[in-house]
């Protein structure tokens, strides 16, 4: 043990400074950082954004990238934004996935026990547009074809840091009444 702890010290610390590609987003200027995020988020809504993600048929692809968001790199939980189980809980519904047909009475009850104001976001190609999965006998299609959405955030799968950037550029945009209390 002693030669590993050793061998560690001698070594220092490998790992690279994050780069600053994945706040690269042509919606949001490039002085934004975590930190940056963190005090916008802070400033805009006054407290953690609570965000239930929902998948409704999804691949898993975007589900992997929306929980690489909770990784030290990104630190989700720094810029403001958390998780929760419960929709009751939540401010924020983050939709994965073409709708399938088994998971649209689930889908709608989720959006009933949300409180108000709730905002409703497509993420993903399939959640935006139906994707590969477009209009089958299993699938109604987009998301935007169930419910209305408040923002729609491309891409098979959109990256970690293009999600963030997206839900932040949103939220500074959002006139004062629509924010959470």
């Not at 706040?23 to 809504?45: D, F, G, R, Y």
């Not at 990238?65 to 401010?91: C, I, K, Q, T, W």
């Not at 408040?150 to 009444?177: M, T, V, Y």
């Amino acid at each position: 043990m002693w030669k590993l702890l050793n061998q560690i010290t001698r070594t220092g610390l490998c790992s690279e400074k994050p780069s600053a590609a994945p706040w690269a987003c042509n919606t949001l200027p490039q002085e934004h950082s975590p930190e940056a995020a963190q005090h916008a988020l802070l400033k805009i809504v006054g407290r953690a954004l609570t965000i239930r993600a929902i998948d409704a048929g999804s691949c898993n692809g975007c589900e992997l990238e929306m929980h690489a968001l909770s990784n030290p790199y990104y630190n989700l939980e720094g810029a403001g934004l958390r998780f929760v189980a419960s929709p009751r809980h939540a401010d924020l519904l983050l939709v994965t996935g073409p709708v399938a047909r088994n998971m649209l009475q689930p889908l709608l009850r989720t959006i009933e026990a949300t409180p108000r104001p709730r905002f409703v976001v497509a993420l993903g190609e399939c959640a935006c547009t139906g994707g590969w999965f477009g209009d089958s006998y299993a699938t109604l299609g987009a998301l935007s074809r169930v419910l209305p959405v408040d923002l729609h955030i491309p891409g098979c799968p959109p990256e970690p840091g293009f999600i963030l950037a997206c839900l932040l550029n949103f939220l500074q945009r959002l006139p004062a009444e629509r924010l959470p209390a």
